[in-house]
T-cell receptor
Framework: SAVISQKPSRDICQRGTSLTIQCQVD?????MFWYRQQPGQSLTLIAT?????????ESGFVIDKFPISRPNLTFSTLTVSNMSPEDSSIYLC????????????FGPGTRLTVL | AQSVTQPDIHITVSEGASLELRCNYS??????LFWYVQSPGQGLQLLLK??????LVQGIKGFEAEFKRSQSSFNLRKPSVHWSDAAEYFC???????????FGTGTLLAVQP
């Protein structure tokens, strides 16, 4: 499986600011996803990051709040904009392989605390 | 609607005892089923998956799961639990062109010495 890294691993931010989270994969992958895991909760899909086109957002998530970039097949970023304490969560990226695998592999996550 | 139910929020077992974590799903098409484990402060690690074929699948760390279509279940089992198995376990269902995964709410496993 691919090796996935995320930066930063954790951060503490002030409300009203923005944070960009990076997801780097050691091989080319077909699909990349961004999830949110609120404290004590399960994972919720934010969006699918499409290479060369706009991300596809799930219901309840909008591009203005969570802009996503995917410039190539190994890298994506998620920005959490105009943060509030309710944005305090773990943000995880996941990937599927170039072979069309339906299995998702997850990065280690970014733990965000908004004060 | 597509969904995953993990009825047990929290389970405590003694080290060496057997374990079964329950997972029920609702999915319109043939499901792809997954179990992931999340240790404290860590990302998700894939334990095992079921796409088709043999309904009993083996995974890492001595875990196995059985797909029962008639019961819409995909329960996770381990014959003898180790203290290092203490973690949160997530069942997920997905598949199709979008590859989207729907996660259950998770089961937190505690292991008593």
């Amino acid at each position: 499986s691919a090796v996935i890294s995320q930066k930063p691993s954790r951060d503490i931010c002030q409300r009203g600011t923005s944070l960009t989270i990076q997801c780097q994969v050691d091989s080319q992958v077909t699909m990349m996803f961004w999830y949110r895991q609120q404290p004590g909760q399960s994972l919720t899909l934010i969006a699918t990051a499409n290479q060369g086109s706009e991300a596809t957002y799930e219901s309840g998530f909008v591009i203005d709040k969570f802009p996503i970039s995917r410039p190539n097949l190994t890298f994506s970023t998620l920005t959490v904009s105009n943060m509030s304490p309710e944005d305090s969560s773990i943000y995880l990226c996941s990937v599927t392989g170039t072979g069309g695998s339906d299995t998702q592999y997850f990065g280690p996550g970014t733990r965000l605390t908004v004060l | 609607a597509q969904s995953v139910t993990q009825p047990d929020i929290h389970i405590t077992v003694s080290e060496g005892a057997s374990l079964e974590l329950r997972c029920n799903y609702s999915y319109g098409a043939t499901p792809y089923l997954f179990w992931y484990v999340q240790s404290p402060g860590q990302g998700l690690q894939l334990l095992l998956k079921y796409f088709s074929g043999d309904t009993l699948v083996q995974g890492i760390k001595g875990f196995e799961a059985e797909f029962k279509r008639s019961q819409s279940s995909f329960n996770l089992r381990k014959p003898s639990v180790h203290w290092s198995d203490a973690a949160e376990y997530f069942c997920a269902v997905g598949g199709g062109a979008t590859n989207k995964l729907i996660f259950g709410t998770g089961t937190l496993l505690a292991v008593q010495p």
